[in-house]
């Protein structure tokens, strides 16, 4: 069984910085990818980002680039999501995924974590 436990949500002002992290628990990752989605009170649970733990290829969704990036410690099982430069719409609830491909889709993700608030003030 796999465990997707997600860190780092808080309160931070725009135009600050902010790293989440996701530990997954319970299983190695060798070869699938790992992803953060965001949903917002009333919208729909959107893409934000992706890695996959072989070959380190990423996928930006364009609100967030040149802003977010992701990275992967493969031997800790974690994922981490800098998040730069943060806006007031970036305010949502951030959840860690993973899944056996690159996908923009929720529903092509496998394992999902309880999600972490992360709430920018204007």
């Known amino acids: 069984q796999v465990k997707l436990v997600e860190s780092g949500g808080g309160l931070v002002q725009a135009g600050g910085s902010r790293r989440l992290s996701c530990a997954a628990l319970?299983?190695?990752?060798?070869?699938?990818?790992m992803g953060w989605f965001r949903q917002a009170p009333g919208k729909e649970r959107e893409f934000v980002i992706a890695?996959?733990?072989?070959?380190?290829?990423?996928y930006y969704t364009d609100s967030v680039k040149g802003r977010f990036t992701i990275s992967s410690d493969n031997a800790k099982n974690t994922v981490y999501l800098q998040m730069n430069s943060l806006k007031p719409e970036d305010t949502a609830v951030y959840y860690c995924?993973?899944?056996?491909?690159?996908?923009?889709?929720?529903?092509?993700?496998?394992?999902w974590g309880q999600g972490t608030q992360v709430t920018v003030s204007s």
């Open positions: 890695i996959t733990l072989k070959g380190s290829s990423t």
């Open positions: 995924a993973a899944g056996p491909m690159p996908s923009t889709r929720p529903d092509d993700y496998d394992y």
């Open positions: 319970g299983r190695t990752f060798s070869s699938a990818t």
